[in-house]
């Protein structure tokens, strides 16, 4: 895989703080899911998650290149995204809780995490019907020349949507400043990269827009970084858009942790990606060029659990949203 | 001294007559021109007024069947005793009859549409609405509205009438409630009517209803059988009881007369009305011109009927004892409808009659029919007769036959139509004429064939305008 | 104000040039609309006044068009996005009512979408099946969405700036053989807002509630009723999302007697919706059952003498207006 790392890393070195920043991002995500899986499969949190285990370092390389200015779009797999651009425990548990105090006053749920203030435009539950709305976001930076750039987040599956080429070409045709990132997990729900399209590598998909295709190591959150600020950089130069694929993989099944228990992949196959794990691939490196020590990788595991049981009490504390106001922001009076 | 009320002798054949019902009670003040009875003959009923000032004094009851000239009863001055004795009781104060009660027993809606099979009355709800508000009994309301619906039209004009019933009429109107009926049915309001003494009579309200356009739905009765069910319909809630006399039940009799007795069936015939359409387009400015009544596309019917009876003498006949015999003169029948049935006026001599001869006389009867003013003579001895249900959208129906007649020609709606002009397809107006025959008499092939010398004088109206 | 008349579609361009002029946040977007005006020429003159940044043509690409608006409305642009004739709104359909209705109430208010997507409906110009259809139904079904038909000039104008200053996502339909239709405009910039109906016509035996160019029918109709001494009021709902039904049910209250005309099907069609409010609300004042005229169920057919069959036209609204008021 082409990764320009070591290019960058003259520009951009590898500090003690950004290996804290990128394992805090993960961490956070990981055991955010883990925890949530868990509450829905024991009948305590409504609805059902797609959770985001397994492909952390995509979310949190991309998003710690971003400023709370620039606008993310999201997927219905969408919790690591929100974390990883900033979002609070105690909102984002309470809207999977279904109340009043949760992002979304519990009108969204999990897949459609939104907030407004850290640049996160919302999760989408439409397989690719996000892309299109970051492509319009990118047009409202350009229209007002801020310096701020888009990015859209989505599955190898929604590249075979129509809004994925309409909307990579259109962003191509108008220049605009916007990112497209394929997490490719290897599949779209249950079906295998290989029985849903001939690409290996669907960075290829660029050429037919005539922008640059770049693969990432999506299981390492500093090559993901580094990928993400070149394009970044190129799109604020009014160079247009950049199309990354992060080649991931996915732990848990395409809904909850045990999913369906349907056996459409080897288990072979998922412990082999976990040797490749993100947060053991940041924190080695902390550890071997001495920038983290692991105490102080233990003590994000436990603030990142300190918190996460906030968020909860928080959410089972906070009010059901009531009935009579059903109507309420349906439309913008 | 006592006035007798005698049975009126109101046509030349006339000989008997039954009394339907008395209007007003034993010993009532009554004025001049005030309805006394409802007289029925076998052709019409009618309202026998009273002839002078005076207190009742009645001599027979209702249902009795007398001869014309008979003496019914009497109007005595005050004080004064019947002729026969019997004293009459005291006059009643000046409400001589509650008039709800006489509203209900004298109602007679159409029932056929009021009240389907069903037992339920299609009302709208507005009409209910504002039945409610205005406090009106909708059992008592015939529907003027689409299918025979009770729509609020029809509340607000029976309130009117009720809030005239309450206060005895308005100042200088007094109504009779047979008027206030006939009123209700022809949909005028009474209080708009003038009259030189302030009472509403019927023939008042006839002729109100002859000079207002006509909206009658009494036409659907005309040929509609009299309901003989045998059935229980214990649980169909009857909500009203029209009585089948006077003209209802002179219609009943003589239409199931007709039926049990002949053997009756029907020829529907469509003929092509463009030449006769053409020519009273043509003709219209020249009529209006000379001030002559533009004649309509059914007295063209009419006429053509007339003239090809000469043709087909077969159908202008009567049966006689297992003879037929064949007419020699053509008496048109034509069947009007009034408020509450049906009547037959008859225009003699009708082939004679030149086109715009017969429009006047077909308007002149029927006009009179409406306004209540034909004699009875004007409603015997038709040979043939013409029923006409295409202002109502009929297309094809099977006349009943008056008795005496061996047929009647069913006159159906103008409506649009296409042919083939050679490779062209063009529009054509056309009506469906329904031929009925009392096949004792006249045979299937000599029916159509009346049928097609009728096509061929419509498709070469000029004849008939000759 | 000073009033002159325009064409429908001159109304609505001037209200376009109007409203940019006034709000910087405006830019127009979709297919072909800057260098050639829009198909039916409502965008004439707009690049040249204001730019290609804020006129923008794209390539045919119906979703991305609409979802483009939906990211710039997301984040307070006002984008109008032009889906052209009606019938791509099939195209775009997942941003319209996936995403630009549903963002605000699903992100739990967080999130308002001031999206005009302006489009031409409407047959009568053998463009056949899928170049004439009435889909206002379809849209107004989702919660979130607001939808217009301009049903004259006036409105044209007023409906766009009105569309456009709305901070929910708004669709406005203009009528394709309404564009040469010329009436009273005037020259300052107003705003009509939606759910506000025009009473086109008052009278008293039966109300009429037209949708988009049946108006126009309609008046035609009422013309020849009155005559016949018949008085129609007639009612333009101007939106059908939202439905002034207030409107509606006091007309109805005073006629007894309602037809709603429209011209796409009658089935699922806006009219059945019509009817259902108007006799929940007001059954004890009807004295007929309330009545549609609308478009057979079939597709818009090409030929002039189907299509002319398959539109209702004044003709045939007078018919059934006659039928609901008959008494014999």
């Known amino acids: 895989m082409a990764t320009p790392t070591e290019a960058l890393e003259a520009v951009m070195p590898t500090t003690r703080e950004l290996v804290l920043d990128l394992h805090r991002r993960m961490v956070r995500i990981r055991r955010f899911e883990e925890r949530a899986g868990k509450l829905v499969e024991s009948g305590d949190m409504p609805g059902f998650l797609h959770l985001y285990v397994g492909q952390e370092a995509v979310a949190a390389g991309v998003c710690s290149a971003l400023t709370d200015a620039d606008q993310i779009t999201s997927t219905h797999r969408g919790h690591g995204h929100a974390i990883a651009k900033g979002a609070d425990f105690r909102p984002m548990f309470a809207e999977l809780y279904g109340k009043t105090t949760g992002y979304c006053k519990g009108r969204g749920g999990s897949m459609h995490i939104v907030d407004m203030n850290r640049g996160m435009l919302g999760a989408n539950a439409i397989v690719g019907g996000g892309i299109p709305i970051a492509v319009g976001a990118a047009f409202a930076s350009q229209y007002r020349g801020d310096g701020t750039v888009a990015v859209s987040f989505f599955g190898d599956g929604a590249t075979n949507i129509g809004a994925f080429h309409e909307s990579v070409n259109m962003a191509a045709v108008l220049n605009l400043p916007v990112i497209f990132v394929i997490e490719n997990n290897g599949y779209a729900e249950f079906t295998p990269q290989d029985r849903h399209m001939k690409l290996t590598d669907i960075a290829d998909r660029a050429s037919s827009y005539g922008i640059p295709g770049v693969i990432v190591d999506g299981m390492d959150a500093l090559a993901v970084r580094d990928v993400a600020l070149v394009a970044i950089e190129r799109a604020k130069r009014g160079e247009g858009p950049t199309l990354i694929e992060a080649k991931t993989y996915r732990y848990f099944d395409h809904q909850g942790i045990k999913g369906m228990r349907i056996l459409y992949r080897d288990p072979a196959e998922v412990e082999a990606w976990k040797t490749r794990d993100a947060i053991n691939l940041i924190e080695a490196i902390g550890v071997e060029r001495g920038l983290v020590s692991a105490e102080e990788f233990a003590e994000i595991w436990a603030q990142t659990e300190a918190d996460i049981e906030d968020g909860i009490e928080f959410a089972r504390n906070s009010p059901d949203p009531d009935p009579v106001d059903i109507l309420d922001d349906v439309y913008t009076s | 001294m006592a006035i007798e009320i005698l049975l009126p002798k109101l046509g030349l054949t006339m000989e008997e007559g039954t009394i339907e019902e008395w209007l007003v009670a034993d010993g009532a003040v009554i004025t001049i021109g005030m309805p006394l009875l409802r007289l029925a003959t076998d052709k019409i009923d009618v309202d026998v007024e009273a002839e002078a000032d005076g207190i009742l004094a009645r001599a027979v009851t209702d249902g009795a069947t007398l001869k014309t000239g008979s003496v019914l009863g009497w109007l005595l001055e005050n004080g004064e005793s019947a002729p026969n004795g019997a004293a009459p009781s005291a006059p009643a104060s000046d409400s001589t009859e509650p008039d709800a009660v006489r509203i209900t027993t004298m109602q007679s809606p159409d029932q056929n549409e009021v009240v389907p099979s069903g037992g339920r009355a299609f009302v709208s709800p507005n009409a209910r609405r504002v039945a409610l508000e205005l406090q009106v009994d909708l059992t008592r309301i015939s529907g003027t509205g689409p299918g025979g619906r009770i729509v609020s039209e029809d509340v607000v004009e029976a309130a009117a009438l009720t809030v005239h019933d309450a206060t005895g009429g308005r100042p200088g109107k007094v109504l009779s409630p047979l008027a206030r009926r006939d009123a209700r049915d022809a949909g005028i309001d009474p209080a708009g009517i003038a009259t030189d003494d302030g009472v509403v009579r019927r023939s008042d309200v006839r002729g109100a209803a002859a000079s207002t356009p006509q909206t009658n739905a009494s036409a659907a009765l005309a040929t509609t059988p009299v309901n003989q ?175 005496g007649n061996v047929g009647i020609l069913g006159v159906g709606r103008l409506r649009d139509s296409g042919k083939w002009e050679g490779e062209t397809f063009v529009r054509t107006q056309v009506l469906t004429l329904s031929l009925t025959f009392d096949h004792r008499a006249v045979d299937g092939a000599p029916a159509a064939e009346y049928l097609q010398t009728i096509s061929q004088l419509l498709a070469r109206p000029l004849v008939l305008v000759s | 104000m000073t009033t002159r008349e325009l064409t429908y579609v001159k109304a609505f361009n001037e209200g376009m040039h109007q409203v940019m002029a006034e709000d910087p946040d405006v830019f127009l977007i979709g297919e072909d609309v800057a260098g050639y005006g829009g198909v039916f020429h409502m965008f004439d003159g707009l690049l040249t006044e204001f730019g290609g940044t804020r006129v923008v043509d794209t390539p045919i690409s119906e979703q991305a068009i609409i979802g483009l608006g939906v990211g710039a409305a997301a984040r307070g642009l006002r984008p109008v996005c032009d889906l052209m004739f009606m019938d791509f709104v099939g195209v775009a359909m997942d941003q319209i009512f996936n995403q630009a209705a549903k963002m605000k109430y699903m992100f739990g208010g967080n999130v308002s979408v001031p999206l005009t997507i302006t489009t031409a409906g409407g047959a009568g110009m053998s463009a056949a099946a899928q170049h004439s259809q009435s889909l206002e139904a379809w849209l107004a079904h989702i919660p979130g969405l607001k939808v217009a038909m301009p049903a004259s000039p006036y409105d044209a104008k007023g409906l766009i700036v009105g569309a456009i200053r709305d901070d929910n996502p708004t669709i406005v339909v203009l009528n394709k053989k309404m564009l040469g239709v010329k009436g009273p405009v005037p020259e300052e910039l107003y705003s009509i807002p939606f759910g506000v109906a025009n009473v086109v016509r008052e009278g008293s035996n039966a109300t009429i509630v037209a949708i988009g160019r049946m108006v126009v029918e309609a008046e035609k109709a009422a013309a020849n009723l009155e005559a016949a001494g018949i008085s129609v009021e007639i009612i333009d709902p101007r939106s059908v999302q939202p439905l002034d039904i207030d409107t509606i049910l006091t007309s109805v209250k005073k006629t007894h007697r309602v037809l709603v005309v429209h011209e796409a099907v009658e089935f699922g069609g806006i009219g059945a919706e019509i009817s259902s409010q108007i006799q929940e609300s007001a059954f004890d004042y009807l004295d007929a059952p309330v009545t549609r005229l609308a478009a057979p169920f079939a597709p818009v057919p090409f030929a002039p003498i189907l299509e002319n069959a398959y539109v209702p036209d004044a003709p045939r609204i007078e018919a059934v207006v006659r039928r609901l008021l008959e008494r014999k």
Do not use: W
Request: glycine share 8%; with cysteine; aromatic share 4%.
């Open chain 2, 229 to 403: 069910s045998g059935g229980s319909l214990a649980n169909s809630e009857t909500t009203s009881i029209i009585p089948m006399k006077g003209m209802r039940g002179t219609i009943a009799a003589r239409m199931l007369q007709s039926l049990t007795e002949m053997a009756q069936l029907t020829h529907g015939f469509e003929v092509s009305m463009d030449a006769v359409v053409q020519l009273r387009a043509d003709m219209k400015d020249q009529y209006v011109a000379l001030g002559v009544a533009v004649p309509s596309l059914n007295d063209f019917v009419v006429r053509a009927a007339a003239l090809a009876l000469r043709q087909h003498p077969i159908l202008n006949a009567t049966i006689i004892d297992k003879e037929i015999h064949l007419l020699g003169r053509i008496h048109m029948g034509l069947a009007v409808a009034v408020p509450g049935g049906l009547m037959v006026p008859v225009i003699q001599d009708a082939d004679q009659l030149s086109l715009p001869e017969l429009a006047r006389a077909t308007r002149d009867v029927a006009e009179r029919c409406r306004s209540g003013s034909i004699s009875l003579d004007e409603l015997e001895g038709a040979t043939f007769a013409v029923t006409s249900l295409g202002t109502y959208g009929v297309d094809f129906f099977t006349p009943v036959i008056n008795p």
